[in-house]
């Protein structure tokens, strides 16, 4: 498959019955008899949201390297993806998103109070579909996730407008904010199959680089992107005063211009914000942060480079190589 | 004992120095390298809250039942505590209070991010401590707790205003609101002691039960109340539109006087609570409401009454006969 052609969808072919049987559980959400009102029409907006599926599509191929019956894996990747939408919809609330995925956000919709407690519901129930697997490493593992994703999010809140952080601040946040989740999605994929030591540390390995690069890539689009592609307004980082690697790299390169980046937090943003952008932009600075992400696909690659040859390492493999695609989306 | 002199303390004396184990579990959260700065500072606000202990205590009672060691009825005292807290902050959130236990609320002092995030990693470090304990069914009806919790929450977000509520509907709510973490502080207590069936049965009911009458009586407070002895304003259900006990039993007797109860929503609010709030202290409605929730306290001294003659039974008594006193408080 030529990189040209990769779409993310061409990826879950070979898992598109699990991914199938994932959705059906997602959307059973909405159909219990405790779901009345506007309560299911909440749930409904939110299990039919368009999504990239990417986390849970990570657990079902890295279930495939070990023969088993696809139950846990399902009730897994059914869980991921509900982690991830309640720390979505928690984030949107920080951050007062009014737009995700191009769709109006529950914050938006229903109010702040509403996302705060249907985000924990969303938490609550990812964790019993997790105890339903009964494996209790995979079990401990989802709930430190929480714990960690938890953290990177307050990591940020405390650090923002905070522009003498070190490489390793950085590292460590977007370590516990996104690649914590993709780490426990391959790990548990591979562990809920009954695939050897072997097997579940490289998935679990690939899990993690691919995590970190997704972040990085994401934290660039917020200097590269259009409101269209991105679902959401460009600069939303800087309006948050979060401080990612393009700002990191920019402090070594003009320490003056990073200076300006505390004034954003007193005086009137926008057009600071667009001359900041701009300097960024005219800098090496965002290749530099590809180098940066691409390194950690590589490393993904690398990790799974002593799999077995089957077509989901090939999926692994074109889903890393699709990530390094979204520069030219 | 005489009721006179009944006091929370008396009934923790058998089990201090498994509180104070738990207190040193709570008060570590802050020491760990993770908490730097704002963040530590934020931490040790919740974990030193001079709280009642009440969830971890039926906890540790529940577990004298048969000899163990007590490091598991530790671990989750420890976590029904931190579950019980994020709660409490995910609420005061959703409510806008400023007032809790008659200090600041988080919101209040960090802001309603701070508070959704702080909340989010208490219910986190809550469930690792609960997977410590490696059982596996206490692992999953914790996992449900937090998920009952929250529907509570928004169960009482959506049924805001809304007078035409059956009694059933109102059960249901505070089921999952509050006695399903009852339910499950003295259940967790029983199993991880390596109690027999009979009495994981008993004290599971006993703690539901008292779960029941104790959110009846925190209902009644908000008309009968002060401030001063609630720690947070008087009238507040009303304010917010939840309809609790003493508002059902009102519409039986008059319900044109709740029929009122819609207009808070729209027009000049504080006049027309008071005025209500007379009409409720003025009709036999809290005396009703009183005989509602002691029927739950004696069923639960029902429940506990063939457990073996040992101190930690009468304790648990006490604690029921305890909470009847809040009338006189």
New interface residues.
């Given amino acids: 498959m030529s990189n040209n052609t990769l779409s993310i969808t061409n990826l879950y072919t070979h898992i598109s019955d699990d991914l199938l049987a994932m959705e059906e559980k997602l959307r059973s959400l909405a159909d219990t008899s405790?779901m009345t009102?506007?309560?299911r029409a909440l749930v409904d907006h939110i299990t039919t949201s368009e999504g990239k599926r990417l986390r849970p599509a990570l657990t079902l191929l890295s279930s495939r390297f070990s023969k088993c019956d696809s139950h846990k894996p399902i009730l897994m990747a059914t869980a991921v993806e509900l982690l991830h939408m309640a720390t979505l919809i928690?984030d949107d609330?920080?951050d007062n998103s009014t737009l995700r995925r191009g769709k109006a956000t529950v914050d938006n919709l229903w109010g702040?109070?509403?996302a705060?407690?249907?985000?924990?519901?969303l938490?609550?129930?990812s964790?019993?579909f997790?105890?339903?697997t009964?494996n209790?490493h995979v079990?401990?593992r989802f709930?430190?996730t929480?714990?960690e994703?938890?953290?990177g999010?307050?990591?940020e809140?405390?650090s923002a407008f905070e522009i003498n952080q070190t490489m390793t601040d950085y590292e460590n946040r977007i370590y516990n904010k996104t690649a914590s989740l993709f780490y426990t999605a391959t790990q548990s994929g591979a562990i809920l199959s009954g695939a050897d030591t072997t097997t579940i540390t490289a998935l679990s390995n690939y899990g993690l680089n691919i995590g970190m690069a997704f972040q990085i890539l994401d934290d660039i689009l917020d200097y590269e992107g259009t409101a269209e592609e991105f679902g959401k307004p460009v600069g939303n980082d800087l309006l948050q005063g979060t401080v990612t690697l393009p700002v990191l790299l920019m402090a070594k390169h003009s320490p003056q211009s990073v200076e300006k980046l505390k004034l954003f937090e007193e005086v009137g943003r926008t057009d600071r914000i667009a001359e900041f952008i701009k300097s960024i932009k005219d800098s090496s600075v965002l290749d530099e942060s590809y180098t940066v992400a691409w390194n950690y696909i590589d490393k993904a690659l690398a990790d799974i480079s002593q799999l077995p040859a089957q077509r989901e390492k090939q999926d692994l493999a074109d889903l890393a190589n699709y990530l390094k695609q979204r520069k030219f989306k």
Avoid: R, W
């Fill in positions: 405790l009102g506007p309560l928690h609330t920080v702040k109070n509403a705060v407690l249907i985000g924990d519901y938490f609550a129930t964790a019993t997790v105890c339903d009964e209790i079990i401990k709930s430190q929480i714990s994703l938890s953290l999010e307050l990591a809140l405390f």
